[in-house]
């Protein structure tokens, strides 16, 4: 069976682009490969620029860094759940990975894994947060994918 990937992170989450994959899975067969990437960076740059600005002392950031990855996990197991009860009603075959790691190696990993023909990710409206986090790099993975990657602007 042919595979479609949706790509979803605090990042890049979109409800357009959660829309768009399960309409192209419906109408083209493709099995639907659901994968949020909890970054990993997204503690260490949050917690780091507070810090540097002098907002927060080091155990305040230590504390943060670990508040922060808690709600993160949080947030994506909520919109797995979330996009699988939409899978559910249209009746499509899906599968749920959750990764963690840095954005583009972990795309690009779970992409050889699973075979994948086509890959869905958004653009974010938040520009400058993803250029804080460096291992957010849609244009690195448009590199790496070419035509097999569809970004939906946000």
């Not at 399960?22 to 949020?36: Q, R, T």
């Not at 970054?39 to 600005?53: G, H, K």
């Not at 994948?116 to 244009?139: D, F, G």
Request: one cysteine or more; aromatic letters at 6%.
């Amino acid at each position: 069976m042919k595979k479609l990937m949706l790509v979803l992170s605090n990042i890049s989450f979109s409800s357009e682009s959660v829309t768009y994959a399960l309409s192209k899975a419906e109408k083209e067969g493709y099995e639907l490969i659901v994968v949020f990437v909890l970054d990993e960076e997204i503690p260490e740059s949050v917690s780091s620029l507070l810090m540097y600005i002098g907002f927060l002392g080091p155990k305040p950031t230590d504390d943060l860094k670990t508040t922060i990855l808690s709600e993160y996990k949080k947030r994506a197991y909520s919109e797995l759940k979330r996009v699988e009860k939409l899978v559910k009603e249209k009746n499509l075959s899906m599968k749920k990975i959750l990764r963690e790691g840095r954005f583009v190696d972990e795309i690009i990993k779970a992409c050889e894994e699973e075979k994948v023909e086509i890959i869905v990710t958004s653009r974010p409206k938040r520009p400058l947060l993803s250029q804080v986090l460096s291992s957010y790099n849609i244009e690195a993975l448009k590199k790496m994918l070419g035509e097999k990657l569809i970004i939906i602007e946000e």
